[in-house]
């Protein structure tokens, strides 16, 4: 069974990781291996079916990104200044990870409103689930899905 789920991972990972900006530094084989390698350690998780394994993994490489992106932002480690290699030491390039901060504290914040429409968020966002698959992990119809997807974008936008 490792090898189906690791590969369902790393399509999620990969179709989630198309969306970063350019010039981001974590590759989805390293998202995958690093949300496998905390996968692995839950010991007292009961799996419910399929897309709550794959809900618990889009929190997992949710969080790894974040880390990442806040690590990037550090002073120790230089702040919001970008490596770049020696060619593109001319250009001046948008700081990266900025975004993805911020979404996490918006997530926060409406997690803190609304569990359920945060949830959905990350299972439609970062795991890439369809509006039915949604519906199966919440166990609610596909309209209620739409409704609390929709919502959820406008609040975040604000």
């Known amino acids: 069974m490792t090898p189906l789920v690791y590969l369902e991972l790393r399509r999620l990972a990969k179709r989630y990781m198309a969306r970063e900006n350019a010039g981001h530094t974590l ?6 291996n690093e949300a496998y390698l905390r996968l692995i350690e839950q010991k007292n998780v009961r799996w419910q079916n399929r897309a709550h394994f794959f809900g618990i993994s889009a929190q ?12 990037r932002w550090k002073l120790k480690r230089g702040g919001a200044a970008r490596q770049v290699a020696l060619d593109e ?3 001046i390039a948008e700081a990266l990870g900025e975004d993805l901060v911020a979404l996490d504290d918006a997530l926060q914040t ?7 429409k945060s949830r959905v ?15 199966e992990v919440f166990q609610i ?8 997807w ?3 974008k406008v609040w975040l936008h604000r």
């Open 27 to 32: 590759q989805p084989t390293v998202l995958v």
């Open 60 to 71: 997992l490489m949710r969080r790894i990104q974040v880390d990442m992106a806040r690590s």
């Open 89 to 91: 030491a001319l250009v």
């Open 110 to 116: 409406l997690a803190a409103m609304d569990e359920r």
């Open 121 to 135: 968020v990350e299972l439609r966002f970062f795991v890439g689930l369809s509006v039915e698959e949604t519906a």
């Open 141 to 148: 119809s596909p309209d209620t899905v739409t409704r609390d």
């Open 150 to 152: 929709k919502t959820a």
